[in-house]
Structure formats: structure tokens, C-alpha cells
């Protein structure tokens, strides 16, 4: 399991201009079953997303793909997460990818 931080970065500013591609790309991810969770950062720092069911590599290639990223909106930080103890309903996060 991963957690990707997308914090804002120099362009921050064009946000709204690649807000909707944005928006496709996360879509993206839930439609081919690798998130589990998006949602923004508080204060207005950015948005994260937890994800599952693909590689470190897979990974990193998607989240190059994200209009945020290639434009400079935010950076992207991602952090993998080797769950060991879930609530029942979460078990699925332990098994390998």
C-alpha cells in the first residue's frame, strides 16, 4: 500500500486551469482499481491518495502522469506502507501486491 503526498509546488497558481484533467486522472486510478482513497491536504496544502493493487514502478509512472505533475502544480512524494494490523474490513491491504 502506498501513500502519495501531491504537495503544491512553483506553479500552484495553475491549478485551476488543470483542475478538470486532474480530476480524469484520479477517476482514472479508481477505474483501474489501484485507489482507495483521494482527497486534499489541510490547510490547502495539496491532496493525497492512498492506493494498492501495484508496484512501486507502476506506481511512479502513474502519479508521472497526473496534469498536476507534469505541469507543476504539486510534487509528489510517495511513501509505501508494509501494513501489518488492519480492522477486518481492511485485510486485503496485507496481502503482497
Known sequence: MFVTFLKFADNRSA???????????IAQGFADGKFLCAGS???AAGGAIVSHNEGRAALEARIAT???????????EIHEIDAKRTVPALDFLKAPV
Open 41 to 43: 491536504l489541510s490547510p
Open 66 to 76: 497526473d496534469p498536476f505533475v507534469i505541469h507543476g502544480v504539486v510534487s509528489a
Open 15 to 25: 491549478a485551476m486551469e488543470f483542475m478538470a484533467a486532474h480530476n480524469d486522472w
